[in-house]
């Protein structure tokens, strides 16, 4: 078995794989405070919760958008499970081809979206993936498996939390959409323009990038935690992927191991 760990700015996702079959998922939040102890009890727990052995995972590998945890999952890692993770970063094979002005800038959560799309649903067409995270994340893929660019924009939680945030009556509202866009309260009336805004921005966003593709025949992917409830409004999604990120990173590990074996 192997552990697969993505590192987001809000939650930290973990995934247990033996060969190709998930064992278990889970999600803890993101906390900057958090010791490699406090980490490592909440995985031992989630480990045992579910009948999995410590000593039957033999490798894992994570990816991080958060620096200062880097050093904290990997040493968790070592001394909860035995060890040494890889991590997505320079040194490591992707097979991934990009395009980016500075390769180095690109963060490690999209290229594991990016060879998790290439690698899950081919190549015949090109790809936008679309990472409904802490910020939105607009990834395009050629036929050629080459990643050619994207977009970032703000995050939903992040635009919800702002607005919440800088006004004074304004309540913390569910992210979901109301009944219909003309909205009769003052929760539904931010949930409309929540969801619904964020439902044009992507169908805006997706048809500038097919403009300049040149063709309307691409695939469109959603994945990350508001992917379901975006799908559910617009017409530009084609797939919902939840577990793209953490089967990227099951492929990335796979790609390395097998060259480390050579």
Avoid at 46 to 56: A, H, K, W
Avoid at 140 to 157: D, L, N, Q, R
Avoid at 177 to 198: D, E, L, Y
């Amino acid at each position: 078995m192997i552990i697969c760990i993505d590192v987001g700015n809000t939650n930290i996702k973990c995934a247990i794989f033996e060969g190709e079959t998930l064992r278990l998922s889970f999600r803890v939040a993101t906390d900057l405070k958090k010791t490699s102890d406090e980490y490592g009890i909440q995985l031992s727990e989630m480990l045992c919760l579910n009948g999995i052995r410590r000593e039957d995972i033999t490798g894992g590998i994570f990816s991080s958008v958060v620096p200062s945890l880097d050093y904290t999952v990997a040493h968790m890692l070592k001394v909860y499970l035995g060890i040494s993770p890889k991590e997505v970063g320079p040194g490591l094979k992707t097979g991934l081809r990009m395009r980016a002005d500075n390769a180095k800038e690109v963060g490690a959560d999209r290229v594991v979206n990016n060879v998790g799309a290439i690698k899950k649903y081919g190549c015949e067409r090109p790809m936008i993936i679309v990472d409904f995270g802490t910020a939105t994340t607009f990834n395009v893929i050629s036929t050629e498996g080459e990643f050619i660019g994207g977009v970032i924009a703000p995050g939903i939680k992040g635009s919800l939390d702002s607005l919440v945030s800088g006004t004074a009556k304004l309540p913390r509202v569910e992210i979901e959409a109301p009944k219909s866009v003309i909205a009769t309260s003052t929760v539904t009336n931010m949930q409309a323009g929540i969801v619904f805004g964020f439902a044009g921005l992507v169908e805006y966003l997706v048809k500038k990038i097919q403009k300049e593709l040149g063709t309307r025949d691409v695939l469109t992917i959603a994945t990350g935690g508001f992917s379901e409830v975006m799908a559910h409004e617009t017409k530009c999604i084609d797939v919902v992927d939840k577990m793209l990120t953490l089967d990227g990173l099951r492929y990335l590990y796979e790609l390395n191991n097998s060259e480390e074996v050579k």
